[in-house]
């Protein structure tokens, strides 16, 4: 026998849980309905939504420490909501820039502010027995291609740069939540003209070229 024995079969935890679109497509009313929600509301997005939620956090050490009482079980929870990544990015920053008395992330100089903020925000803190769902916005950023194909747009989560990738590779889920649109052309030769028509909400899972997901 060896020093180590081989385990088998599917290991059931809780999950963890991004999901970004753009506003008003519904990420608050699809986070819901997870197993026995608590929302962190930073933004305030959730008072028209029949949910359980805490006191909008202030500040960052504020919002730590609610996330602290449901890691502690004080907070009888399921899913632990963060609504959203965004805006608790700001709470992050104004810490940061408080610590250091600085006015702005940019005044620490090059790069060097986002790395202070990428060390404060440990996104295991956040992992405690609990299904974990993490909300964002999303926008349209250019996107450049490493091997110099070319440049073109895409939907990414609307987090700085260097916060986006700490989620991407922190949830087990990354979804993207977008509205269908289908562009057909209308009239026949120089007349013709492009129409857009959809509405219909589409939940992406897989990685494409227009947006993270898997």
């Known amino acids: 026998m060896g020093s180590y024995t081989v385990s088998s079969g599917v290991i059931h935890a809780p999950v963890k849980v991004v999901l970004y679109g753009p506003e008003g497509i ?11 929600p608590v929302f962190i509301d930073t933004e305030g997005g ?8 805490l006191p909008q956090p202030t500040s960052w050490a504020m919002l730590l420490d609610e996330v602290a009482e449901v890691r502690k079980g004080s907070v009888p929870c399921g899913t632990l909501v963060i609504d959203t990544a965004d805006w608790a990015e700001r709470l992050c920053i104004q810490a ?20 202070y903020l990428m060390e404060d925000e440990d996104l295991e803190v ?22 110099a194909v070319g440049n073109y747009d895409r939907w990414s989560m609307k987090t700085s740069k260097q916060v986006a990738p700490l989620l991407r590779e922190w ?3 990354l979804l993207f939540a977008n509205y269908k649109t289908v562009v057909e052309k209308v009239g026949d030769g120089k007349n013709a003209k492009s129409k857009a028509s959809g509405g219909r909400r589409v939940l992406y899972t897989a990685d494409h070229p227009c947006w993270d997901a898997k």
């Open 26 to 36: 519904g990420k608050s009313t699809f986070a819901s309905h997870f197993p026995s």
């Open 46 to 53: 959730t008072k028209r939504l029949n949910v359980a939620r």
């Open 96 to 115: 940061v820039c408080a610590k250091a008395k600085v006015n702005g992330i940019e005044d620490f100089g090059y790069g060097k502010g986002y790395t």
């Open 126 to 147: 956040l992992q405690a027995g609990h299904n974990v769902v993490v909300l964002a916005h999303a926008a349209i950023t250019k996107f450049e291609q490493p091997d």
């Open 171 to 173: 949830c087990d889920m």
